[in-house]
């Protein structure tokens, strides 16, 4: 077999860096990387909040914690708090990690279940350790003692995502790639293959390659411009299409988590990082202009605005055949799904995972494309799923878009999800979901749907044992959560420097 000499990657920011650094770090000198990109196009970088599977991807390319940390002023991420979804004046928490602890053989959601059927009135809330941090400005990290309740707990990051991927550029380089700064004019094909050959830029670099990587962001001029990937579009599902972002001036603390306002037209999240916290409003253009939506956002910050606001346009939807032939779409030329739950800069690492898995000969055997393209897909219909959920479970938001999306027709697969929790307080989930049990049950239970019955298995436990257990757990973290860190000590400890409130004492 021919194997893979040289491979391009068309486009830098966030996708393109994350892809050269773990297939520079995966093949060493095995293969040539090359990378072009220009710094007259510029990035969309608004992917600052992530899930717990970014600890794969950094552990993938060697990435240590705290100089990964001090380099993109990262903070801790806990999960998301949302305002206002299920109703107004309504707040629920999306935790990382899971609610409570395995007390045998019933799942611990049907314990909880159970023990509302037999009268307790104890929220699910409060069997997560995350969610009491979070509402405490406090952070931890899980341990592996399953004994301890640390072991419950999961965490991601924020970061800037133009300094995360100005860290990883550095990596790549030091392994081997190529970086040449241009733009792509041509696009050279084998006329018997169809297969791309080589890419030519304004600046006369001709870059020639057995697999291209197609990072060029909504452009997609691989993908979609060149070999014509067909692009599912998901509008009538996720009717947000427009986002305007601004920075703003740090809050006094920095939080552990996101948090997601709902508004008229759409949303608003708010990122805190370490020198600043991250705004915008993701919005359906067809329910109110950009100069709107701009003033909603600015009149909604913690701080002074550090920039002027930035609007960005979208469609959600990706391409079915991300990978086509020799090229294979990572990050936003194979579709977006907007931030609602951080899952950007996932789906780059997932497909970055996949094209390791599956890294092809020469020849591009087209069985490979076709088990990438049906594991993306997967990947891609059950976050659309759970996207979907939180528009039309909403209550008491008159707005058109907001009566628009509780009267939406919903896929198949997520009615089902749906009718089974409504009736049994079953999840519904298969084995590779991205999202498990714990993120589920946040959101369905947050926005209002609860589970009218429980588990026939559940029957099984005694009734006063089962409630005195739970009991016992909330007390734990009860107890647990006001005797952990700050999460701006947290942050301090890591980098090895003296926790802001010492440092404003030295000071005075």
Request: charged letters at 20%; hydrophobic letters at 45%; a negative charge.
């Amino acid at each position: 077999m021919a194997r893979i000499e040289r491979l391009v990657i068309l486009g830098g920011g966030t996708a393109g860096w994350m892809t050269a650094a773990a297939l520079a770090k995966t093949f060493g000198r095995a293969i040539a990387i090359e990378l072009l990109e220009s710094d007259a196009i510029g990035t969309v970088g608004v992917g600052e909040a992530t899930i717990p599977t970014i600890h794969w991807f950094n552990q993938l390319v060697g990435l240590d914690e705290a100089d990964f940390v001090r380099a993109t002023k990262a903070s801790f991420k806990l999960g998301i708090e949302f305002v206002d979804w299920a109703r107004p004046g309504h707040r629920y928490f999306h935790p990382f990690g899971r609610y409570g602890v395995e007390l045998g053989p019933v799942p611990f959601h049907q314990c909880w279940l159970r023990a509302g059927s037999d009268g307790a009135k104890t929220p699910l809330a409060a069997y997560s350790l995350a969610t009491a941090l979070a509402a405490a400005n406090r952070f931890a990290k899980p341990v592996d003692d399953p004994g301890s309740i640390l072991s419950t707990l999961g965490y991601a990051y924020h970061f800037d995502a133009s300094l995360y991927a100005a860290h990883l550029r550095q990596r790549a380089e030091a392994n081997g790639v190529r970086r040449h700064e241009g733009r792509v004019i041509a696009i050279e094909r084998d006329p018997d293959t169809g297969f791309v050959t080589a890419l030519t830029s304004d600046r006369g670099d001709r870059l020639a390659g057995d697999l291209f990587v197609d990072c060029s962001g909504f452009r997609s001029l691989l993908i979609g411009n060149e070999l014509g990937a067909a692009f599912e579009d998901w509008s009538a599902w996720l009717p947000c299409d427009s986002a305007v972002a601004v920075p703003c001036a740090r809050a006094a603390e920095t939080t552990p988590f996101t948090r997601s306002t709902l508004r008229p037209a759409g949303w608003q999240w708010r990122i805190p990082l370490q020198h600043r916290t991250g705004n915008g409003y993701v919005y359906a253009s067809r329910f109110v202009s950009d100069d709107e939506a701009a003033a909603t956002l600015l009149a909604n910050l913690d701080g002074e605005a550090l920039a002027d606001p930035r609007v960005l346009r979208f469609t959600a939807g990706f391409r079915r055949d991300s990978w086509t032939k020799n090229v294979v779409a990572i990050g936003l030329s194979s579709g977006f799904l907007e931030p609602l739950e951080s899952t950007s800069i996932h789906l780059i690492q997932s497909g970055i995972a996949k094209l390791i898995a599956l890294f092809p000969d020469r020849a591009c055997d087209p069985a490979l494309a076709r088990q990438f393209n049906a594991l993306f897909g997967h990947d891609m219909d059950g976050i659309r799923d759970f996207l979907i959920l939180h528009y039309h479970a909403t209550n008491g938001h008159d707005a058109p878009l907001w009566r628009r999306s509780r009267a939406m027709t919903l896929p198949d697969s997520l009615v089902e999800k749906e009718e089974q929790y409504r009736r049994t307080g079953r999840l519904m989930l298969s084995g590779d979901e991205l999202f498990r049990e714990a993120s589920w049950l946040a959101v369905l239970n947050g926005q209002g749907i609860v589970a009218a019955d429980h588990s026939p298995v559940a029957d099984t436990l005694d009734g006063a044992a089962n409630r005195h257990q739970l009991d016992q757990l909330a007390a734990i973290i009860a107890r647990a959560a006001p005797t952990l860190p700050k999460h701006d000590e947290a942050i301090a400890a890591l980098l090895g420097q003296a926790p802001p409130r010492a440092m404003a004492l030295a000071r005075s």
